[in-house]
């Protein structure tokens, strides 16, 4: 499988290395046999066209193709979105898995076996194929619409959706909920799906869309003074003034906890200008409401990898060392040193979980075949790495990036089976179940990933490194500005600037008694005819490999939701093809150019064996970005590849029909004041029934039947109640 850049054609002016991905010359004809649409497209084309008056001289919306599945097209358009929108990673991702939680459920409801998610419903029609087709594009239609209200860009996508429709060749203002229609079935899909999200706990509702506010408030934080609302620690770092606690204006009261930034002209990844203070993007995510995670205390994290190393604690060796790692990721962002790596998987891959110790493969398994080698400067390998990572193709962020790299994986398959076992099925089944895999997967690492930020409030490296730095050197009590929170000595990466050192040139223009940390110094002036390098410079003023308007994200940094968000993705696109290998062996990128400065000096191309090796490389990308040390890392892929594993796991139940009868563990159990609680296990979206008795022997009496929102539920019996027996079932229906 290769990526080829290429002209973009969604939405804003894309990046100079953000093209979009092509499908790979190895598709085979077999892959396209079951691709068909309703209607023909060609004259689609003209009224999508025509339609979005006013904005088609500027933007080249996403056209539905012939050859695609109608689930595909959708998840085209809905990436188009992403690109198009103020990045929200966890926010991103919960729009993902909701579209594919309509599409799936559409899917599901005219297939006899398959149970839906949300919506249990089962119809038939004359033909089932255009049924599908019609109810999954009126389910996302509407969600869509929903969703798109808090868009940056809602004006257009108002004006896009319904012109989508009409191309794919459905009525846009069919409002039915008459379940004998295909449409009535979609509506009302949308009804369901929109019902069970809107009260997660994401507080979509509390938002306020397009056009009351512009920009649009999505996801807000919860207001002043709730309990929930997250309060800054410390003030506001300003990336661009020199020092941090030297009088400067830049301070910090606790390094151990995030410190936001305040940047002028600050824009984010898709080009929108944004508040120079940061807020905190995702602060109430804690409580989000997941599709397999499973907690017994809503404040607590879903995965707790445990505490991040800090300052001054047991850790305090731990912590030092991940600054000096995230320094030295650093210092190689330059190809003046010469140093040439092999970046293909016949050196690079097959780590263990959590580690960077993996050697490569002694051959293609596909082809039997050593890998060719793929020598690289390291500089250009750091820097295109780190770019392609950062944003995504198109600026997808991480959830829409694996989106794309799954349509591609796709592509270049010439069977698919679920699970790589089974029946071949067409590939509208396989796009469906793909979707939900996947997106089930991203959006519970978005939750898990979130949970930890908020319960540790992890310091991020540019606050960690400036305060060390500027307090000295932790290496040597008899040398100058010794203090045990100076960052350690390492010859040729940190030094202590002397007299000496600044005469022989080593250190030139840098202060006596200071830190110097041999670094990239920040974005040049012209980033496309520039490149910066790296040099010596005060560690107070270390910065990240970002753009000079972006500098770090505005949350905080343990755990790092791009390798929790990519070892999840992989262990679903693991589980769905039944692989951890790309097809044929081999997946691959090539990156001509970069953005934050001029290079590379050759176009990368980067190479992947397996999605884990991918996966890897993500976590990799973001410490040579400076946006996060190596134990953000490692336990972002740890969590990450749990929450894969778990989403994957209950995604078969429903794609064989077998979620009805999972079993359910009971416990009870007194209380101080005389209750008795009983406390069972679900699974979100089914109905539960407890059923009591005040004898073993019963007869039981049925409570009510209620919903199941959580994986893990409690009921209490009042003292006074006799029936101290219980027992639950559970049923797609109340």
Same mark, same amino acid.
């Given at each position: 499988m290769e990526y080829v850049d290429v002209p973009r054609s969604p939405? *804003?002016?894309?990046?100079?290395?953000?093209?979009? @991905?092509?499908?790979?010359?190895?598709?085979?004809t077999a892959s396209l046999r079951s691709r068909a649409l309703r209607k023909p497209l060609a !004259?689609?084309?003209?009224?999508?066209?025509?339609?979005?008056?006013?904005?088609?001289?500027?933007?080249?919306?996403?056209?539905?193709?012939?050859?695609?599945?109608?689930?595909?097209?959708?998840?085209?358009?809905?990436?188009?979105?992403?690109?198009?929108?103020?990045? %929200?990673p966890p926010g991103q991702a919960r729009n993902l898995f909701t579209f594919s939680v309509c599409m799936y459920d559409a899917w599901a409801a005219y297939d006899p076996k398959a149970v839906g998610f949300v919506y249990h419903g089962k119809h038939t029609a004359p033909d089932i194929a255009a049924a599908r087709r019609e109810a999954i594009s009126y389910a996302m239609y509407r969600m869509m619409l929903e969703r798109h209200a808090y868009s940056r860009t809602a004006t257009n996508q108002a004006t896009a959706n319904p012109a989508f429709m009409t191309a794919l060749g459905y009525?846009?203002?069919?409002?039915?909920?008459?379940?004998?229609?295909?449409?009535?079935?979609?509506?009302?899909?949308?009804? !369901?799906?929109?019902?069970?999200?809107?009260?997660?706990?994401?507080?979509?509702?509390?938002?306020?869309?397009? +056009?009351?506010?512009?920009?649009?408030?999505?996801?807000?934080?919860?207001?002043?003074?709730?309990?929930?609302?997250?309060?800054?620690?410390?003030?506001?770092?300003?990336? #661009?003034?020199?020092?941090?606690?030297?009088?400067?204006?830049?301070?910090?009261?606790?390094?151990?906890?995030?410190?936001?930034?305040?940047?002028?002209?600050?824009?984010?990844?898709?080009?929108?200008?944004?508040?120079?203070?940061?807020?905190?993007?995702?602060?109430?995510?804690?409580?989000?409401?997941?599709?397999?995670?499973a907690r017994t205390d809503e404040n607590k994290p879903w995965i707790d990898p445990g505490p991040p190393p800090f300052l001054g604690t047991a850790t305090d060796a731990e912590f030092k060392q991940n600054l000096v790692a995230v320094i030295r990721a650093s210092s190689e962002l330059t190809t003046e040193d010469g140093v040439v790596v092999d970046i293909s998987p016949a050196t690079i891959g097959d780590n263990t979980l959590g580690a960077n110790d993996g050697h490569g493969y002694d051959t293609n398994p596909f082809t039997g075949q050593p890998y060719v080698p793929n020598p690289t400067l390291r500089g250009d390998f750091t820097r295109a790495l780190t770019e392609f990572w950062a944003d995504g193709p198109?600026?997808?962020?991480?959830?829409?990036?694996?989106?794309?790299?799954?349509?591609?994986?796709?592509?270049?398959?010439?069977?698919?089976?679920?699970?790589?076992?089974? +029946?071949?099925?067409?590939? @509208?089944?396989?796009?469906?179940?793909?979707?939900?895999?996947?997106n089930a997967a991203v959006f519970d690492a978005g939750c898990a990933a979130w949970s930890v930020k908020r319960f540790y409030n992890g310091w991020r490296p540019l606050s960690a490194i400036r305060y060390c730095g500027g307090k000295g050197q932790s290496s040597d009590p008899s040398l100058p500005s010794y203090h045990t929170n100076g960052l350690p000595l390492v010859p040729d990466l940190i030094e202590l600037v002397t007299d000496a050192t600044v005469a022989s040139g080593r250190h030139e223009g840098l202060t006596p008694g200071k830190i110097a940390v041999r670094s990239w110094p920040g974005q040049p002036e012209f980033p496309a005819e520039q490149t910066s390098g790296v040099k010596w410079l005060h560690a107070e003023d270390w910065i990240t490999y970002q753009k000079k308007t972006f500098v770090t994200p505005g949350f905080p940094g343990y755990i790092s939701g791009h390798s929790t968000f990519s070892r999840a993705a992989a262990e679903a696109l693991t589980g769905v093809t039944g692989s951890k290998w790309f097809?044929?062996?081999?997946?691959?990128?090539?990156?001509?150019?970069?953005?934050?400065?001029?290079?590379?000096?050759?176009?990368?191309?980067?190479?992947?064996?397996?999605?884990?090796?991918?996966?890897?490389?993500?976590?990799?990308?973001?410490?040579?970005?400076?946006? %996060?040390?190596?134990?953000?890392?490692? !336990?972002?892929?740890? *969590?990450?590849?749990?929450?894969?594993?778990?989403?994957?796991? @209950?995604?078969?139940?429903? #794609?064989?029909?077998?979620?009805?009868?999972?079993?359910?563990?009971?416990?009870?159990? +007194?209380?101080?004041?005389?209750?008795?609680?009983?406390? #069972?296990?679900?699974?979100?979206?089914?109905?539960?029934?407890?059923?009591?008795?005040?004898?073993?022997?019963?007869?039981?009496?049925?409570?009510?039947?209620?919903?199941?929102?959580?994986?893990?539920?409690?009921?209490?019996?009042?003292?006074?109640? +006799?029936?101290?027996?219980?027992?639950?079932?559970?049923?797609?229906?109340?």
């Open positions: 939405g *804003v002016i894309p990046h100079r290395n953000s093209g979009s @991905l092509m499908h790979s010359t190895q598709t085979s !004259a689609a084309w003209l009224a999508l066209t025509a339609m979005i008056t006013g904005t088609a001289a500027t933007i080249n919306w996403y056209v539905p193709k012939a050859e695609y599945s109608i689930a595909r097209n959708w998840n085209e358009r809905a990436l188009e979105g992403i690109r198009m929108d103020t990045p %929200h009525d846009p203002e069919n409002v039915s909920r008459d379940t004998s229609t295909p449409a009535g079935v979609g509506n009302s899909i949308y009804d !369901a799906v929109s019902a069970y999200f809107l009260e997660d706990g994401s507080r979509q509702t509390a938002g306020t869309p397009f +056009p009351t506010a512009n920009p649009p408030v999505a996801y807000p934080d919860y207001p002043v003074g709730h309990p929930r609302r997250y309060v800054f620690v410390n003030p506001q770092l300003n990336p #661009f003034l020199h020092g941090i606690d030297d009088g400067s204006g830049n301070s910090v009261v606790d390094v151990n906890q995030w410190q936001r930034l305040i940047v002028a002209g600050s824009i984010d990844q898709n080009g929108f200008p944004q508040n120079p203070l940061q807020g905190y993007l995702g602060a109430q995510w804690l409580w989000v409401r997941t599709f397999s995670l198109s600026s997808e962020t991480p959830p829409g990036h694996w989106n794309s790299i799954a349509n591609h994986v796709s592509d270049d398959m010439t069977s698919f089976r679920i699970g790589g076992a089974g +029946p071949e099925v067409d590939r @509208l089944e396989w796009d469906v179940k793909l979707y939900f895999t996947l097809p044929n062996g081999l997946g691959s990128y090539k990156l001509p150019s970069l953005v934050n400065e001029a290079g590379p000096t050759q176009p990368v191309t980067l190479q992947w064996a397996t999605f884990y090796d991918a996966a890897d490389q993500v976590g990799l990308s973001r410490i040579w970005g400076g946006i %996060h040390p190596p134990a953000d890392d490692f !336990a972002g892929r740890r *969590v990450g590849s749990e929450v894969g594993k778990t989403a994957w796991a @209950l995604v078969q139940k429903y #794609f064989d029909g077998s979620v009805t009868d999972s079993p359910i563990q009971l416990a009870s159990r +007194p209380l101080s004041d005389g209750n008795v609680e009983v406390r #069972f296990n679900a699974v979100r979206g089914l109905h539960y029934t407890v059923h009591s008795a005040p004898d073993v022997n019963g007869p039981y009496v049925a409570g009510p039947s209620s919903l199941a929102l959580e994986a893990s539920i409690a009921s209490t019996n009042a003292p006074s109640d +006799p029936k101290k027996f219980f027992r639950v079932t559970s049923s797609l229906n109340p």
